[in-house]
Protein backbone atom coordinates (compact mmCIF):
# COMPACT_ATOMS: atom_id res chain seq x y z
CA UNK A 1 0.00 0.00 0.00
CA UNK A 2 2.87 2.31 0.38
CA UNK A 3 4.76 1.94 -2.29
CA UNK A 4 0.94 2.21 -4.14
CA UNK A 5 0.24 5.53 -2.55
CA UNK A 6 4.17 6.96 -3.18
CA UNK A 7 3.52 5.98 -6.85
CA UNK A 8 0.68 7.59 -6.57
CA UNK A 9 1.81 10.71 -4.79
CA UNK A 10 4.68 11.23 -7.45
CA UNK A 11 2.11 11.21 -10.31
CA UNK A 12 -0.06 13.48 -9.07
CA UNK A 13 3.21 16.01 -8.41
CA UNK A 14 4.52 14.69 -11.83
CA UNK A 15 1.14 16.07 -13.08
CA UNK A 16 0.56 19.24 -11.07
CA UNK A 17 4.41 20.18 -12.24
CA UNK A 18 3.09 19.83 -15.69
CA UNK A 19 0.04 21.59 -15.40
CA UNK A 20 1.70 24.51 -13.88
CA UNK A 21 4.92 24.45 -16.68
CA UNK A 22 1.80 24.61 -19.04
CA UNK A 23 0.07 27.63 -18.00
CA UNK A 24 3.74 29.68 -17.92
CA UNK A 25 3.71 28.59 -21.37
CA UNK A 26 0.29 29.97 -21.94
CA UNK A 27 1.44 33.02 -19.94
CA UNK A 28 3.91 33.81 -22.02
CA UNK A 29 2.52 33.03 -25.14
CA UNK A 30 -0.68 35.24 -24.44
CA UNK A 31 1.53 37.67 -23.47
CA UNK A 32 4.52 38.30 -25.47
CA UNK A 33 3.25 40.15 -28.23
CA UNK A 34 0.87 42.85 -26.36
CA UNK A 35 2.62 46.20 -27.34
CA UNK A 36 2.93 49.21 -24.24
CA UNK A 37 1.53 51.78 -26.84
CA UNK A 38 1.09 54.27 -23.47
CA UNK A 39 4.71 55.23 -24.31
CA UNK A 40 3.53 56.68 -27.73
CA UNK A 41 1.27 59.24 -25.63
CA UNK A 42 2.06 62.73 -25.85
CA UNK A 43 1.09 63.29 -21.89
CA UNK A 44 1.36 60.53 -19.87
CA UNK A 45 -0.92 62.42 -17.12
CA UNK A 46 -4.01 62.02 -19.87
CA UNK A 47 -5.59 58.53 -21.07
CA UNK A 48 -5.50 57.60 -24.96
CA UNK A 49 -8.33 59.94 -25.39
CA UNK A 50 -9.36 62.84 -22.63
CA UNK A 51 -11.75 65.62 -22.67
CA UNK A 52 -10.16 68.33 -24.10
CA UNK A 53 -13.23 70.92 -23.78
CA UNK A 54 -16.14 70.71 -21.30
CA UNK A 55 -18.99 73.56 -21.81
CA UNK A 56 -22.51 73.86 -20.77
CA UNK A 57 -24.25 76.27 -22.41
CA UNK A 58 -27.43 76.60 -20.01
CA UNK A 59 -29.31 73.04 -20.52
CA UNK A 60 -26.84 70.59 -22.37
CA UNK A 61 -23.23 69.82 -21.59
CA UNK A 62 -20.70 69.38 -24.69
CA UNK A 63 -17.70 67.39 -24.06
CA UNK A 64 -15.25 67.64 -26.46
CA UNK A 65 -12.44 64.99 -26.41
CA UNK A 66 -8.96 65.28 -28.39
CA UNK A 67 -6.58 62.28 -29.15
CA UNK A 68 -3.10 62.04 -26.88
CA UNK A 69 -0.69 61.24 -29.43
CA UNK A 70 1.01 62.06 -32.79
CA UNK A 71 -1.25 61.56 -35.29
CA UNK A 72 -1.97 64.13 -38.03
CA UNK A 73 -4.78 66.21 -37.89
CA UNK A 74 -6.99 64.36 -36.25
CA UNK A 75 -7.75 66.74 -33.15
CA UNK A 76 -8.30 69.52 -36.00
CA UNK A 77 -10.53 67.42 -38.04
CA UNK A 78 -12.26 66.36 -34.44
CA UNK A 79 -12.84 70.67 -33.66
CA UNK A 80 -13.71 71.69 -37.16
CA UNK A 81 -16.90 68.98 -36.28
CA UNK A 82 -17.50 70.32 -32.94
CA UNK A 83 -17.14 73.58 -33.79
CA UNK A 84 -20.19 74.93 -34.94
CA UNK A 85 -22.36 73.10 -32.16
CA UNK A 86 -20.02 74.32 -29.23
CA UNK A 87 -21.34 77.23 -28.38
CA UNK A 88 -25.03 76.99 -28.64
CA UNK A 89 -27.55 75.77 -26.28
CA UNK A 90 -29.53 73.17 -28.75
CA UNK A 91 -27.45 70.21 -28.54
CA UNK A 92 -25.44 67.01 -26.69
CA UNK A 93 -21.83 66.74 -27.29
CA UNK A 94 -20.41 63.39 -26.27
CA UNK A 95 -17.98 60.86 -27.13
CA UNK A 96 -16.63 57.44 -26.51
CA UNK A 97 -13.71 55.03 -27.26
CA UNK A 98 -12.78 51.32 -27.79
CA UNK A 99 -8.83 49.73 -27.88
CA UNK A 100 -8.99 46.34 -29.79
CA UNK A 101 -5.67 45.43 -30.47
CA UNK A 102 -4.09 47.68 -32.20
CA UNK A 103 -6.45 50.20 -33.04
CA UNK A 104 -8.08 52.76 -31.18
CA UNK A 105 -11.51 53.94 -32.25
CA UNK A 106 -13.30 57.10 -31.33
CA UNK A 107 -17.00 57.67 -32.04
CA UNK A 108 -18.17 61.43 -31.51
CA UNK A 109 -22.08 62.03 -31.03
CA UNK A 110 -23.94 65.21 -31.87
CA UNK A 111 -27.75 65.16 -31.02
CA UNK A 112 -29.22 68.14 -31.96
CA UNK A 113 -32.51 69.48 -31.03
CA UNK A 114 -32.74 72.58 -33.48
CA UNK A 115 -35.59 73.57 -34.48
CA UNK A 116 -39.13 71.78 -34.12
CA UNK A 117 -38.49 68.70 -35.89
CA UNK A 118 -37.47 65.29 -34.06
CA UNK A 119 -33.59 65.59 -32.88
CA UNK A 120 -31.08 64.54 -34.80
CA UNK A 121 -27.81 62.29 -34.30
CA UNK A 122 -24.93 62.96 -35.93
CA UNK A 123 -21.66 60.77 -35.70
CA UNK A 124 -18.04 61.16 -36.69
CA UNK A 125 -15.66 58.42 -36.22
CA UNK A 126 -11.57 58.11 -36.16
CA UNK A 127 -10.05 54.90 -35.91
CA UNK A 128 -6.23 54.65 -35.57
CA UNK A 129 -3.53 52.28 -36.25
CA UNK A 130 -1.44 52.31 -33.24
CA UNK A 131 1.64 50.46 -34.51
CA UNK A 132 2.10 53.40 -37.35
CA UNK A 133 -0.08 56.46 -35.89
CA UNK A 134 -1.58 56.84 -38.66
CA UNK A 135 -5.50 56.86 -39.06
CA UNK A 136 -7.09 54.03 -40.65
CA UNK A 137 -9.47 54.10 -44.22
CA UNK A 138 -13.18 52.80 -44.29
CA UNK A 139 -11.26 50.42 -46.89
CA UNK A 140 -8.75 48.89 -44.87
CA UNK A 141 -10.93 48.97 -41.84
CA UNK A 142 -13.19 46.77 -44.24
CA UNK A 143 -10.40 44.35 -45.90
CA UNK A 144 -9.52 43.65 -42.05
CA UNK A 145 -12.59 42.75 -40.64
CA UNK A 146 -13.27 40.80 -44.54
CA UNK A 147 -16.37 42.60 -45.51
CA UNK A 148 -17.07 44.15 -48.69
CA UNK A 149 -19.88 47.66 -49.01
CA UNK A 150 -22.09 45.23 -49.67
CA UNK A 151 -22.28 43.06 -46.50
CA UNK A 152 -22.55 46.22 -44.71
CA UNK A 153 -25.74 47.47 -46.89
CA UNK A 154 -27.56 43.96 -46.48
CA UNK A 155 -26.64 44.45 -42.76
CA UNK A 156 -27.85 47.39 -42.24
CA UNK A 157 -31.02 46.94 -44.32
CA UNK A 158 -31.83 43.49 -42.61
CA UNK A 159 -31.90 45.33 -39.20
CA UNK A 160 -34.30 48.34 -40.20
CA UNK A 161 -36.64 45.64 -41.49
CA UNK A 162 -35.97 43.88 -38.02
CA UNK A 163 -37.05 46.63 -36.13
CA UNK A 164 -40.57 47.21 -38.30
CA UNK A 165 -41.69 43.09 -38.19
CA UNK A 166 -40.63 43.19 -34.70
CA UNK A 167 -43.28 46.44 -34.00
CA UNK A 168 -45.74 44.89 -36.31
CA UNK A 169 -45.55 41.94 -34.34
CA UNK A 170 -45.83 43.74 -30.92
CA UNK A 171 -49.13 46.44 -32.99
CA UNK A 172 -47.05 49.33 -32.89
CA UNK A 173 -47.73 49.52 -36.48
CA UNK A 174 -49.98 48.62 -38.78
CA UNK A 175 -48.55 47.18 -41.66
CA UNK A 176 -51.86 48.22 -43.39
CA UNK A 177 -51.33 51.36 -43.09
CA UNK A 178 -47.17 51.35 -43.14
CA UNK A 179 -45.82 49.31 -44.85
CA UNK A 180 -41.99 48.53 -44.53
CA UNK A 181 -40.65 51.45 -47.02
CA UNK A 182 -43.09 54.10 -45.22
CA UNK A 183 -41.22 52.60 -41.81
CA UNK A 184 -38.02 53.13 -43.27
CA UNK A 185 -39.12 56.80 -45.36
CA UNK A 186 -40.07 57.67 -41.75
CA UNK A 187 -36.44 57.43 -40.58
CA UNK A 188 -35.30 60.22 -42.40
CA UNK A 189 -32.55 58.96 -44.57
CA UNK A 190 -32.07 58.54 -48.24
CA UNK A 191 -29.86 55.53 -48.62
CA UNK A 192 -28.55 53.03 -46.28
CA UNK A 193 -25.28 53.76 -46.72
CA UNK A 194 -26.03 57.41 -46.20
CA UNK A 195 -23.84 59.07 -43.04
CA UNK A 196 -22.47 55.81 -41.91
CA UNK A 197 -19.07 55.90 -39.63
CA UNK A 198 -16.94 52.61 -39.20
CA UNK A 199 -16.08 51.72 -35.16
CA UNK A 200 -14.54 49.18 -33.85
CA UNK A 201 -15.79 47.23 -30.35
CA UNK A 202 -14.46 44.57 -28.84
CA UNK A 203 -13.27 42.85 -31.74
CA UNK A 204 -16.41 43.91 -33.99
CA UNK A 205 -16.85 45.92 -36.87
CA UNK A 206 -19.42 48.32 -35.70
CA UNK A 207 -21.34 51.19 -37.84
CA UNK A 208 -23.11 54.20 -36.28
CA UNK A 209 -25.82 55.09 -38.39
CA UNK A 210 -28.09 57.90 -37.65
CA UNK A 211 -31.80 57.80 -38.31
CA UNK A 212 -34.48 59.93 -36.81
CA UNK A 213 -36.77 58.76 -33.90
CA UNK A 214 -40.14 60.52 -34.47
CA UNK A 215 -41.94 62.17 -31.62
CA UNK A 216 -44.59 59.39 -30.80
CA UNK A 217 -44.33 58.07 -27.67
CA UNK A 218 -43.71 54.56 -28.32
CA UNK A 219 -40.70 55.06 -30.96
CA UNK A 220 -38.82 56.76 -27.98
CA UNK A 221 -40.00 54.01 -26.01
CA UNK A 222 -39.08 51.52 -28.44
CA UNK A 223 -35.61 52.64 -30.12
CA UNK A 224 -32.42 53.41 -27.68
CA UNK A 225 -29.25 54.52 -27.81
CA UNK A 226 -27.20 51.49 -29.08
CA UNK A 227 -30.14 50.84 -32.13
CA UNK A 228 -27.56 53.84 -33.67
CA UNK A 229 -24.50 50.85 -33.39
CA UNK A 230 -25.12 47.92 -36.21
CA UNK A 231 -22.63 45.24 -35.78
CA UNK A 232 -21.52 44.06 -38.87
CA UNK A 233 -18.39 41.24 -38.39
Not at 37 to 43: D, E, Q, R
Not at 135 to 157: G, P, S
Not at 172 to 196: A, L, P, W
Amino acid sequence: MNKLNKKSKKKFISIGICLIILSLVIIVFVFKDQKNYSKNLINENYDYVYTYTEKNTGTFTKQIPHVNLEVENVNNKIDNFTLQYLNTDDNIISYQYSITNNILSLVIRIISFKGENPPINYFQTYNINLDTLEEITDEELLKAFKVTTDNVLEKIEKKFKDFYYDLVFAKKVDETKCNVECFIDRRGFYGYMQDINYYVNNGKLIVYKPFIINSSTWEYDYFKTYDFAFEIA
